[in-house]
């Protein structure tokens, strides 16, 4: 299952229309700004259809799963959206990560926790807004918003940058880093978070793969909301650095380069 | 005092609002703490025990309260004893837990680091790593050290 996905659900209170673009999305946020009621509106819809007064548009069949039924709702699905509720703690096992990595779904999961087996997007993890009446002044209008928006460039020099990776890409980096600057391998996406603790007060480069730096981000975000010394680059992947540096030519870069999630 | 244990451990709830559900009492809900817990985290008022008035999804019941404010509720109230995920929380809950922190030993469970920055005074003491944390700082730094989640 490939590319990206228009989803309205709702009912005469309330609406939530958004993209769900890869096969992993997280919604995370606040208390009480409507995860758990997206949640509730397709499992009802689910059960009971159009019947249940909730309507969902959308061009694959949206499901839900839980505890007891994440394995066999898993292997008897084929293109179809599943969401998951946070109180389903199969999200955080190995076993779970294996099943949806064999699967051709898309996994909608609500969740405040890291899910390092899990390989998403820092593009991929949302909160939900709500913007208010819309149409029906009746009706609550609720879109998702990226919460890791990362626009701003570093315009001072790193002291120490840390690479995710131990191969090519540290090698990479290793190589073009300026004489001064001290470049290690944190051996993983995972350890990166321990390793930057140890260089506190000093200017820190930390770069990753975006497309699985999912379940690294909030903690680190947080981390660098006290630590402004600490910056990120994040590209989609190391083989993306080398396809958009222009050395390999080729129409279809581009389209690749702009639109990752319709190649993977 | 606040005390925070990181990871999994023994006699807590991970899913607090399925478990607030089964076991809340009427005067829970009435009591001063929970009505403004309840109008500050869901933008609700309590008409009664057992109806709620919120803006976005009309007339509700007790049972369709956020997570959040039930999380909070079982933290204020619940004398079993049990340790509650406060994950199941945002972090707009934050400083309601430091609030009840600060009128009884409260041991919290979590499964992410929460952001408790938005707290003027914060301390905690980290089960993990066996020490008092004296600001958000001094949290933040602790928790990143630490493994388990």
Redesign the interface.
């Known amino acids: 299952m490939k590319g990206k996905y228009h989803i309205i659900v709702q009912n005469a209170?309330?609406k939530f229309e958004f993209d769900i673009k890869r096969n992993i999305t997280i919604i995370?946020?606040?208390?009480?700004?409507?995860k758990?009621?997206l949640m509730n509106l397709v499992e009802t819809h689910e059960r009971l259809g159009d019947e249940s007064g909730i309507t969902i548009s959308c061009d694959k069949k949206c499901k839900t799963l839980n505890n007891s039924n994440w394995e066999s709702v898993i292997e008897q699905s084929n293109e179809c959206i599943i969401f998951i509720d946070?109180?389903t703690?199969a999200i955080k096992t190995v076993e779970f990560a294996e099943k949806i990595r064999e699967s051709n779904n898309y996994y909608v999961i609500i969740t405040?926790?890291?899910l390092p087996n899990l390989p998403y997007s820092v593009e991929e993890v949302y909160g939900i807004h709500?913007a208010g009446k819309y149409a029906d002044v009746r009706q609550?209008y609720n879109s998702f918003y990226r919460l890791y928006t990362m626009d701003n460039k570093v315009t001072e020099a790193a002291e120490v940058i840390i690479v995710e990776d131990s191969n090519s890409g540290f090698e990479f980096f290793n190589a073009v880093k300026g004489e001064d600057i001290q470049c290690i391998s944190a051996g993983g996406k995972t350890r990166i978070?321990?390793i930057?603790?140890n260089y506190?007060g000093q200017k820190v480069l930390i770069i990753a793969d975006g497309a699985a730096f999912g379940s690294e981000m909030?903690?680190l975000y947080?981390?660098m909301?006290?630590n402004p010394k600490i910056s990120l680059y994040l590209p989609e992947s190391f083989e993306w650095i080398i396809l958009a540096s222009g050395l390999i030519d080729g129409k279809r870069i581009a389209g690749i380069i702009e639109r990752p999630e319709d190649h993977m | 005092m606040l005390k925070i244990v990181f990871g999994d451990v023994d006699n807590s709830i991970?899913?607090p609002?399925?478990y607030f559900d089964n076991v809340y009492l009427d005067e829970w809900i009435t009591d001063p703490f929970s009505v403004k817990a309840i109008k500050d985290?869901?933008?609700s008022d309590v008409i009664g025990p057992r109806a709620i008035d919120s803006p976005?999804?009309?007339s509700i019941s007790t049972k369709e309260l956020?997570?959040?404010?039930k999380t909070l509720i079982l933290m204020r109230f619940d004398e079993s004893g049990k340790i509650f995920n406060a994950?199941?929380?945002?972090?707009?809950?934050a400083k309601w837990i430091v609030e009840i922190s600060k009128k009884k030993d409260l041991t919290i469970n979590l499964?992410?680091?929460m952001?408790f920055?938005a707290c003027e005074t914060f301390e905690a003491y980290i089960i993990n790593t066996d020490k008092t944390v004296h600001s958000?700082?001094e949290y933040?730094?602790e928790?990143?050290?630490i493994?388990e989640?």
């Open positions: 209170r309330v995370r946020g606040d208390s009480a700004t409507g758990t009621t946070e109180e703690r405040r926790e890291s709500t609550t978070r321990s930057v603790n506190n909030s903690e947080l981390y909301m006290s | 991970y899913h609002p399925t985290i869901d933008k976005f999804l009309g956020s997570g959040g404010v994950s199941a929380c945002g972090d707009n809950c499964h992410h680091i952001d920055s958000y700082q933040l730094d928790a990143m050290k493994e989640r």
